[in-house]
């Protein structure tokens, strides 16, 4: 019964998405302010009825109900708790239902939140919102119900895909999709725009919390799958350029890039058009990326084995969503203004060429991604595009735009003055000068690139330092006066040096680990030793052990550093029964040095095995830097001024003030 009165709240879901699409649209043209007011009872009741189905098939999944053709497919009644609740997502039918569930929570929070919008465009915004969700809506209930039965119901599951039953991919999707759908705010505020055919700065100020909030979560979506690709899959990296990663990649990038351009719009109502643009580019990049991971012509751990006609449902609604947005704005832009003028050397000139410089390597990403995909299916040729093309297409763009980073706060709105900022920034260069040499002269045999990425690093976390220093105006007043600026400063202003600060701590740990990453393969019986990076290995031999659902056959590595012992690391295979597939686990020590990381290999002959040990120095920066990143998108978000309703409380506040007045 349980699952019956999800698949019926799914279709329930649907008609009211259909009245949260229809209505609202003819209200406006026919300003009937009655029928535009129907949006906001609709994204709630059916942001409600989707929780009501998600929740349903939790249940299903928690009580290990098989007579559930999703969840005899996707679970076992030996399956750890924590992975009985993360398989409801770690499919494709489940984690549709999580999609919309997002799409709809973004949908009713601009109906509960949004009381200081215009009612005209708060009612197309959550038009197209409804639009979105009777799309997916559709999808699901025709061709990805979750709710189907089995009759007779099997006695137990097949299990979980091993490589999802892990900690980091039980909340990885949730930020990814968080990321991928929140965007779609954005792109409605762009349609409902472009629908009225008026934008100005009010319009950015709307769309920006939105966008950022989307921006965070997809920030720390993609660090979550980089950590569980770096620790779970036992090959000792972080990132492949793997066609799904991406896809998640290339969002992330455009919405960035549509961050900055909003900031542009709401200081000095510019970039309009492009902004528009842009948000529309970066939700067709979600939707892109949902048709990469569902439509079958991918092989990838993070893709799910779906059938293609599924993938011609989601090309439908990419054709839709992404031409109709496409065809609207080149009948509409033209009539919208173009906004405020500029100098090149200024703020919105150093925010245009981050976004030019963004968007270029993007579309380095966008290319190298689909074109082996589109030479395949043309002339069934396979080619690999990996790792050497996009070092050499994106790396070249990205550097000049994190040299240009630390400029842009320093500079002024409209006309700026390029040698006072760079004046402000002497002591972070000098702090990046010396630390290159120091790098040089302690790695003498190279790579001689290395040093200057770390010194980029380091650039641009003085460079935040810098901004804050400046805007205080550290030393040039009393410390109390400049304590009191520091406390007056908007919280934006942190998050953005926080964010920027999080990008150069992420690209230390990037160079370090790249250039400097040590490996060693060897085959070793019980007692043999391997060294590496100062560390002694003695490989002590193995052990089967039994888990919840699975069996491993587990390593023990005793580490010991200038002979005193330092840990001991048990890397292992895991073979789960049910689902007849194994795993590897590594071994991993970290250090304020790095990370020492052990993968245990086959049985060779004489009981030794093969062994690969790698250290990775300051790996962990990578993630650390993400998650800076991530706070400062935080910090950025609890300004009052890019809180939703924000405006509307500081008029009321104005109200009462007046009133006590009289």
């Known amino acids: 019964m349980i699952a019956e009165t999800g698949h019926y709240a799914l279709i329930l879901a649907l008609g009211v998405a259909i009245v949260q699409m229809v209505l ?70 489940g984690s549709m239902v999580l999609w919309v569930l997002i799409l709809a929570l973004f949908g009713a929070a601009v109906a509960t939140f949004g009381s200081n919008l215009p009612r005209q465009l708060q009612a197309n915004v959550l038009a197209v919102q409804g639009s979105i969700a009777v799309a997916f809506l559709l999808f699901i209930v025709i061709a990805s119900n979750p709710f189907l039965r089995v009759n007779p119901a099997p006695f137990d599951g097949q299990g979980l895909n091993p490589v999802l039953q892990d900690p980091a991919l039980a909340f990885h999707p949730p930020f990814l999709y968080a990321g991928y759908v929140g965007f779609s705010m954005a792109f409605s505020f762009a349609v409902a725009a472009l629908i009225d055919g008026r934008i100005d700065a009010a319009w950015a100020r709307w769309v920006r919390p939105w966008t950022l909030a989307a921006w965070m979560c997809l920030t720390l979506g993609i660090a979550m799958g ?54 529309i580019i970066t939700f067709s990049l979600s939707l892109m990326g949902t048709f990469l991971v569902r439509s079958g012509v991918l092989t990838s751990v993070h893709a799910f084995a779906v059938d293609p006609e599924r993938g011609v449902f989601i090309l439908g609604i990419m054709a839709v969503f992404i031409g109709g947005s496409f065809a609207l704005f080149a009948w509409r832009a033209p009539l919208l203004s173009q906004g405020g003028l500029f100098a090149p050397i200024s703020r919105e000139g150093s925010l245009v060429l981050n976004n030019l410089l963004l968007t270029v390597a993007c579309a380095a990403v966008f290319v190298g991604t689909l074109y082996p995909l589109a030479l395949e299916s043309i002339t069934g040729e396979k080619i690999s595009v990996g790792a050497p093309f996009f070092n050499m297409t994106f790396v070249p763009l990205v550097v000049p735009l994190l040299i240009a980073v630390p400029f842009g706060p320093l500079l002024a709105w409209k006309r700026g003055d390029l040698l006072a900022a760079a004046q402000r920034l002497t002591a972070a260069a000098v702090i990046c000068l010396v630390t290159i040499i120091a ?26 330092a810098t901004e804050l220093a400046t805007r205080s105006k550290l030393f040039d007043v009393s410390w109390s006066e400049t304590w009191r600026r520091l406390r007056n400063l908007p919280r934006a202003s942190y998050g953005t ?46 052990e089967e052990r039994q888990g919840p659902n699975y069996r491993e056959l587990a390593g023990q590595f005793a580490v010991t550093r200038g002979g005193a012992p330092v840990t001991t690391l048990t890397p292992s295979k895991r073979a789960f029964a049910v689902e007849k597939s194994a795993t590897t686990e590594a071994g991993i020590h970290n250090s304020w040095r790095g990370d020492l990381y052990v993968v245990l290999g086959d049985p060779l002959k004489d009981g030794a095995y093969s062994v690969r040990v790698y250290f990775n120095p300051m790996v962990r920066l990578i993630w650390i830097g993400a998650l800076i990143m991530f706070f400062g998108g935080g910090v950025s978000l609890s300004d009052r001024r890019l809180r939703v309703g924000a405006p509307k409380r500081a008029k009321a506040r104005r109200v009462a003030v007046a009133a006590v007045s009289k």
Request: charged share 10%.
């Open 24 to 93: 609202p649209i003819l209200g406006t043209r026919l300003n009937d302010p009655r029928l535009a007011a129907v949006s906001i009872p609709a994204a709630q009741a059916q942001f409600l009825l989707i929780c009501i189905a998600f929740g349903a098939l939790t249940a299903a999944y928690v009580t290990s109900d098989f007579s559930v053709l999703n969840v005899w497919q996707n679970s076992h009644s030996a399956k750890p708790m924590l992975y009985k609740i993360s398989g409801v997502w770690g499919n494709h039918e």
């Open 226 to 279: 980089s950590w569980w690709a770096y620790y779970e899959l036992g090959w000792g990296g972080f990132w492949f350029w793997d066609p799904v990663e991406n896809a998640s990649f290339m969002p992330w990038l455009a919405g960035t890039a549509l961050l900055h351009s909003a900031l542009v719009m709401e200081k000095r109502d510019a970039l309009k058009v492009w902004t528009v643009l842009l948000a």
């Open 439 to 464: 790098v040089l002269a302690v790695n003498r045999s190279g790579p001689w690139l290395a040093p200057l990425g770390i010194g980029l690093g380091l650039w641009l976390i003085c460079g935040a």
């Open 497 to 542: 040096a926080l964010a920027h600060a999080g990008v150069g701590v992420m690209v230390i740990g990037l160079v370090s680990t790249t250039a400097w990453r040590i490996e060693r393969i060897e085959a070793l019986a019980p007692g043999g030793k391997v060294d590496i990076a100062g560390y002694e290995l003695v490989f002590q031999g193995v």
